[in-house]
């Protein structure tokens, strides 16, 4: 008896046996089948098929339907779903589940339908010009039909006021024909390609244009270069060649609402069609954009993390742009690593993969002293721009107000007395971190979670960034009454009101999400940013990301020391990214920028470090640590999770882990079971285990029993756990 295994879309780590009709042909492995579970109908992927089963043969389920002769994916692509279920230790059908478009879960076929076009039949084709008179609406239906005789689309019709009825009474007549054109072809090769000229390449962009395009084969190439330094352009032509081979190209960004300029310029280079995919379109459109990359329709693909996913018939080459960028790593569920799985697929397609960066992870750069990569560097401005000189202002001693000391203030006023424009980076959204009883101390708390919640003014409420809570701010201390509340502490709102009252008659634009919420209003405020004359920007992260502000000339970080302390060991790298990539927002144009710092910690070494040596002698310095500590990338962790309501569950849950990996001496530190950094989250009490190795394998042998022994305990039932290999938050 021939039994096939199927991953379907749920949370078990299994597999589940199901028998076929006899006489059925066996499906390979990969094609979706329609199958019976418990009450419902799912469809999931052929894994395998095997001739025994552990279930009684009385008990196992027919298969209810084949759905396709072809696997959904392609080979590699397969094989990665495998792997990255397994390393990341997620059920290989949930992750499948993630990787397929909604529609190609719910059964939609994987190809799409060829179109429909009516036609006249050679009978139609042979009716004398006005052989239908009496009847006028088919007289000019045949017309149209006459004067297009390769068919027309219903749309078609529609549009050039050709009715329904009359197209299905001339069907009727056996004038014309409704058939489905022949399937598109392939590799629809667009000459000429370009769409403009590409830039004269400089002399370092020229050497790493070679250099890339001198390989075909699988190879990870560290695409380093300062910010404006020109890899735009570097991925550009590279791309062409790789397009002109014929073959597909698949390029991964950080987030597609922040960089609408980068995919832009891809648009405007090649004349190709280029698929975007990103969490906003509907399921239609991830449909055919699917299934347009499998079939090799679309040659360039631009997306977000989960578009490593896409299938590809002709894969050429993989760009992961800003690969340091921590959307990149997915922080629920499948908790998978775009990076790191695009050059895992890189490697199974045997294509090159370009990793860029101006600040590259300390992953990428251990990765490169290992020999792993190579690295190319740009190290010049391209086009001319200047780098912008970074100090640091000393607050030791200052009075500040509303976040900025009087130099800052100073420096504010005489770049917009100049014209030109100032951006003011605050992490932090609302109005205020904290609101405070000046009479007794009381502060507002958020009664779901250990945090306090942010006063917001625009609307009023206040709002809690962990859980999402919302209430209206006490108008008296709910402690002693008093109406002394004060909001404390300085975030985006705050700096915005503080600036337009110091500077009338200036456009101030806050960005950060509460300001971009409504649909096309980050486009609006870009707008408004690029327009010339004096302004100042103020935002969060968002405006961190890829866009370029060539106005700029003053970039001011009221606040980096909350950084230069993070509990989280990856603390400092981040702040050294988010700095360099802040500053490379500035000064683009034909004005050189500057970047100041307000800090209590001018002499703080990673500081130090940075602004007199740039970014890699302080990566190269954070490594030395990490290698002294044992940590990523000298160590290896995977960080296992449980929350319940109760505080006592996870906590049990987690020592027994913690218990079994001593006992069991798998060769793996185990660091706790404790609190997590915020203990109560929405209601749940949130305990942590992080376990430590020294090599991957070691690791992931443990995981290999560690994680079907917990599924098996009864107190993993009490408690909702999860395990994140290779965390990059440990929150
Ligand atoms: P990056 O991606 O490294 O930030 P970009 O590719 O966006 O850099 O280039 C920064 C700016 O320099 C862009 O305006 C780009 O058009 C320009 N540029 C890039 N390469 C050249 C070149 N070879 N000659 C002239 N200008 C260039
Ligand atoms: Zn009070
Ligand atoms: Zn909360």
């Known amino acids: 008896m021939k039994l096939i295994q199927v991953a379907l879309p749920s949370p078990l780590r299994q597999v589940f046996d199901y028998r076929l009709p006899a006489g059925a042909a066996i499906p390979v492995a990969g094609v979706r089948v329609r199958v019976p579970f418990g009450r419902q109908a799912l469809i999931g992927l052929v894994t395998d098929v095997v001739s025994e089963s552990d279930v009684p043969a009385a008990k196992l389920k027919l298969v209810t339907e084949v759905l396709d002769i072809e696997p959904a994916l392609p080979p590699a692509l397969w094989t990665l779903a495998r792997w990255a279920a397994q390393y990341y230790q997620h059920p290989l059908g949930d992750a499948l589940s993630q990787m397929l478009p909604v529609l190609i879960r719910q059964g939609e076929p994987l190809l799409a339908p060829h179109p429909q076009v009516w036609r006249l039949t050679a009978r139609g084709q042979a009716l004398v010009p006005d052989g239908l008179r009496r009847a006028a609406r088919q007289q000019q239906a045949w017309q149209v039909l006459n004067e297009h005789l390769q068919g027309l689309s ?36 667009v000459t000429p390609l370009l769409a403009e000229a590409p830039l004269a390449l400089n002399t370092e962009q020229a050497a790493a244009l070679s250099l890339l395009t001198a390989q075909t084969g699988f190879r990870v190439t560290l695409l380093q270069g300062i910010t404006g330094s020109g890899k735009t352009e570097v991925y550009l032509q590279h791309i062409e060649r790789v397009l002109q081979a014929g073959k597909q190209v698949l390029i991964l960004v950080p987030e597609i609402g922040l960089t609408p300029q980068t995919v832009a310029r891809f648009r405007a280079r090649f004349r190709c069609a280029v698929a975007v995919l990103h969490s906003g379109l509907t399921d239609n459109e991830r449909l055919s954009a699917w299934r347009a990359a499998r079939a090799g329709e679309v040659s360039l693909m631009i997306g977000t993390r989960s578009a490593v996913f896409t299938p590809m018939a002709r894969p050429g080459l993989i760009i992961v742009d800003e690969e340091h960028d921590l959307s990149f790593k997915q922080q629920e569920g499948f908790r998978y690593h775009g990076r790191d799985v695009a050059v895992r697929r890189a490697q199974l397609e045997n294509i090159p993969i370009v990793l860029g960066s101006a600040t590259p992870a300390l992953e990428s750069i251990a990765n490169v002293q290992a020999g792993r990569y190579q690295r190319l560097s740009l190290t010049q401005r391209a086009g001319g721009a200047q780098a912008p000189v970074v100090r640091c202002l000393d607050l030791r001693g200052q009075p500040v107000q509303d976040g900025l000391c009087a130099a800052a203030r100073q420096a504010i006023t005489e770049t917009l007395a100049r014209g030109e424009q100032v951006l003011v980076f605050m992490n932090r959204r609302g109005f205020a971190p904290v609101m405070l009883c000046h009479d007794c101390g009381w502060q507002a708390e958020c009664s779901r979670c250990d945090a306090r919640p942010t006063l917001h003014r625009d609307p009023v409420r206040l709002h809690c960034h962990h859980c999402g809570f919302e209430q209206a701010p006490p108008r008296h201390c709910p402690s002693c009454n008093s109406s002394d509340l004060r909001p404390v502490g300085v ?94 927002r500035a000064g683009r144009g034909d004005k050189p920028g500057q970047m100041w710092l307000q800090t209590h910690q001018p002499e703080h070494p990673l500081l ?102 917990l599924d098996a305990l009864p107190s993993a039932r009490q408690v909702r756990w999860s395990i994140d290999v290779d965390p990059q938050e440990l929150q």
């Open 491 to 584: 975030g985006t709102e705050r700096l915005e009101q503080a600036l337009i009252a110091a500077h009338p008659g200036i456009p101030v634009h806050r960005v950060d999400r509460d300001s971009t919420r409504r649909k096309g209003a980050l486009q609006g405020l870009l707008d408004e940013i690029h327009k010339p004359g004096p302004a100042i920007l103020v935002g969060t992260q968002m405006l961190a990301k890829g866009h370029h502000f060539p106005r700029v000339t003053l970039v001011l970080i009221p606040d980096v020391d909350g950084a230069l302390f993070s509990a989280d060991f990856r603390g400092g790298e981040r702040l050294a990214q988010l700095l360099v990539q802040v500053a490379g």
């Open 608 to 709: 130090v470090t940075l602004l007199s040596q740039g970014y890699i002698a302080a990566a190269r310095a954070l490594l030395n640590e990490r290698q002294l500590l044992g940590l990523p990338p000298a160590g290896y962790l995977a960080l296992l999770r449980a929350e319940a309501t109760r505080a006592d569950l996870p906590l049990t849950f987690l020592q027994q882990a913690a218990v079994e990996i001593v006992q069991g001496k798998y060769g793996v530190q185990a660091w706790g079971p404790v609190p997590a950094p915020m203990a109560r989250k929405a209601g749940l009490n949130r305990v942590h285990l992080l376990l430590k190795a020294d090599d991957r394998k070691t690791l992931h042998a443990l995981l290999a029993t560690l994680v079907p022994w």
């Open 154 to 189: 219903s749309t078609a019709l529609q549009a050039l006021g050709v009715s329904r009825e009359a197209l299905l009474a001339l069907q009727e007549k056996e004038l014309v024909e409704r058939i489905a054109l022949a399937a598109p072809a392939t590799a629809i090769a």
